[in-house]
Nanobody, 114 residues
Framework: QVQLVESGGGLVQPGGSLRLSCAAS???????MYWYRQAPGKQREQLAL???????NYADFVKGRFTISRVNAKNTVYLQMNSLKPEDTAVYYC?????????WGQGTQVTVSS
């Protein structure tokens, strides 16, 4: 079973940046990788995905601010977040899709506040 560990969250001021990492215990070479977030009292929402070939897709509300990337040799996917807003406060999760199976990390908290 694949283990995913997110890191890089924390407290940041509005307008600031963070880079989240998601490290997998196994190769992610052939897998689509996703980033999600869930704010208190809200449903989990998909932010971005990156295909095995590097193609990406973003939710409209993060386009131009967030960038997803991957380094297969490190079994790691990243989410660069710029121009952060208080409404970006949430727990951020990565997901690995392997056929019919989905694996989730435990999440990392991002708080945007002055």
């Amino acid at each position: 079973q694949v283990q995913l560990v997110e890191s890089g969250g924390g407290l940041v001021q509005p307008g600031g940046s963070l880079r989240l990492s998601c490290a997998a215990s196994e190769s992610i070479f052939n897998n689509i990788m996703y980033w999600y977030r869930q704010a208190p009292g809200k449903q989990r929402e998909q932010l971005a995905l990156i295909a095995s070939g590097g193609g990406t897709n973003y939710a409209d509300f993060v386009k131009g601010r967030f960038t997803i990337s991957r380094v297969n040799a490190k079994n790691t996917v990243y989410l660069q977040m710029n121009s952060l807003k208080p409404e970006d406060t949430a727990v951020y999760y990565c997901r690995l899709q392997a056929g019919a199976y989905n694996y989730w990390g435990q999440g990392t908290q991002v708080t945007v506040s002055s």
